[in-house]
Every structure is written in structure tokens, then in C-alpha cells.
């Protein structure tokens, strides 16, 4: 089966910091993949570059066997790979049905003003209807027609996952979407990611809540000191003595 997503020997310095060595794994359809490591291992470094926000100093990054290391963000995203971010991100002044579709209606040229005029002309109601079940799903609903700015931090949180859905992705990138969530709505994006693993995509999550890596995922990358320290499934990457002592302390 070819990799949904590949990533091959990428490295990357920032100034004289080296923060990435030798980056190496690869994400199967229908699976999950944590990447863990303790702050600064260069874990969004990775995702960066992953997504085309940031390129690498050697290393190629492959989608469904195409090499798209050359690749702009927007054009990776059209060719399916989406990513959310660490920090929370929207436009304030959209409403949140808006930015769903916004996020479901890229430009062919990452240009700003056409996606706007091409969510401008959404009407059908098909699109509607796919807006309003990816409202249900990320239990945003009640929500549909208030501004993104006067969400809460956990509500933001589940817009990212709506407009990640709306990109309907075959590679989800998810950076920290659980940090900072109550117990009960982290349950719940554990369960809308498991689904997606489902429906035949490829997940790809960064997380320090170790109980949620062992609930989700299959597979686990550790990634010490901008190196590849260790991968496999996540439970023997979780129970390496090594790992343990070097992301835990313990």
C-alpha cells in the first residue's frame, strides 16, 4: 500500500540551531500517527514543513507517492493535506458557518480575494447541508451564525476541526487541537479523529496528553532534540524505558 503521507530525511537549522536531523516515517491511509516530544524537540517545526509553511534545508516530503517538496501550502492543500495550528487562529468578524466555508473553498492560486468570491457565490444546497452536518459534528451548531470572535477557547478549538473537515483532506494535520479542552469535548475530538482513520484517511497529531496518544493512535514518532529518537507502534514507543526517561523524567 502506498503511504498516504512520506516523510524522508528532512532537516532544518534555524541560524546555527540545527532543530530537525534526518526526519524520516510514513503515514498509511486509514491510520493515526502521534508525534510526540518534549518542547522544542521540533515537532511544529516538522508539521511546518510538512504543510509547505516552512522549507527545509534538505529532505523531501512525499503525498500518495508524488513529491511535493517544492510545493507551496496551498497547493498541498488542493492536493489534499490540511494541518490546524498550535495557536488559535480565524477571522473574527466571519461567522462561524463562513469560516467552514471558507476553509472548504481554497483558491487554485492561494489567492485571498478569489476564495472569498468563490465562497461569496456558495448557494447550493448540498454545500449547505455538508456545512450544516460539519457544524453538528463539531457540536457547533448553536453557533452557526455568530461571529468567530465571540467564541470561546474551546468552541475555536472545534471550529479549527470544522474547517479542517470541510477541506475533506486525505491527510489531517492536528497541532495541540486537544490542549486546553475539557475532558468531555476531548473525548469527542478523539472520537471525530478515530472516524476519519474510519472514513480511510490519514491522521497526523501532535500531543502531550499521553492518554489521548494511547487512545488514538497506532502508531507513535518520538522526537528528541530535533532527532528521530524512536517510532513504531505507540505502545512500545511509550513503554521504551529511554523514552520514558527522556520525555518523562522518570
Known amino acids: 500500500m502506498t503511504a498516504a503521507l ?10 546555527g540551531i540545527q532543530v530537525l536531523t534526518g526526519a ?8 493515526v500517527t502521534a508525534l510526540i516530544g518534549s ?17 527545509p534545508d534538505a529532505g523531501e516530503i512525499f503525498l500518495h507517492g508524488e513529491n511535493i517538496s517544492t510545493l507551496p501550502a496551498h497547493a498541498r492543500a488542493r492536493r489534499g493535506l490540511t494541518r490546524t495550528f498550535q495557536h ?34 456558495m ?22 451564525d455568530a461571529a468567530c470572535g465571540s467564541l470561546s477557547y474551546g468552541e475555536t ?30 473525548e469527542h475530538v478523539e472520537g471525530v479523529m478515530q472516524d476519519l482513520a ?3 484517511m490519514a491522521v497526523l497529531f501532535i500531543e502531550h496528553n499521553l492518554q489521548v496518544v494511547r487512545n488514538l493512535a497506532q502508531h507513535c514518532v518520538f522526537l528528541h532534540q530535533g532527532c528521530m529518537y524512536r517510532q513504531g507502534t505507540t505502545a512500545t514507543v511509550l513503554e521504551d524505558p529511554e523514552v520514558v526517561r527522556l520525555y518523562l523524567g522518570q
Open 39 to 55: 518542547n522544542g524537540a521540533g515537532k511544529s517545526t516538522l508539521l511546518n514543513i510538512v504543510s509547505g509553511l516552512t522549507k
Open 88 to 121: 488559535v487562529r480565524c477571522f473574527k468578524t466571519f461567522s462561524v458557518t463562513e469560516a467552514v466555508q471558507f476553509a472548504g473553498t481554497p483558491a487554485t492560486d492561494g489567492n485571498f480575494g478569489r476564495s472569498l468570491l468563490r465562497m461569496a457565490g
Open 24 to 31: 524520516s516515517f510514513e503515514i498509511l491511509p486509514g491510520t
Open 198 to 200: 474510519r472514513r480511510g
Open 157 to 186: 478549538k472545534l471550529l479549527m476541526l470544522a474547517q479542517s473537515l470541510a477541506c475533506n483532506a486525505a491527510v489531517q494535520c492536528f497541532d495541540e487541537l486537544c490542549a486546553g479542552l475539557e475532558p468531555a469535548l476531548i
Open 123 to 144: 448557494g447550493h444546497r448540498s454545500e449547505g447541508v455538508r456545512v450544516d452536518e460539519i457544524l453538528a459534528t463539531c457540536r457547533l451548531e448553536s453557533r452557526a
Open 6 to 15: 512520506e516523510v524522508r530525511n528532512v532537516s532544518k537549522h534555524f541560524g
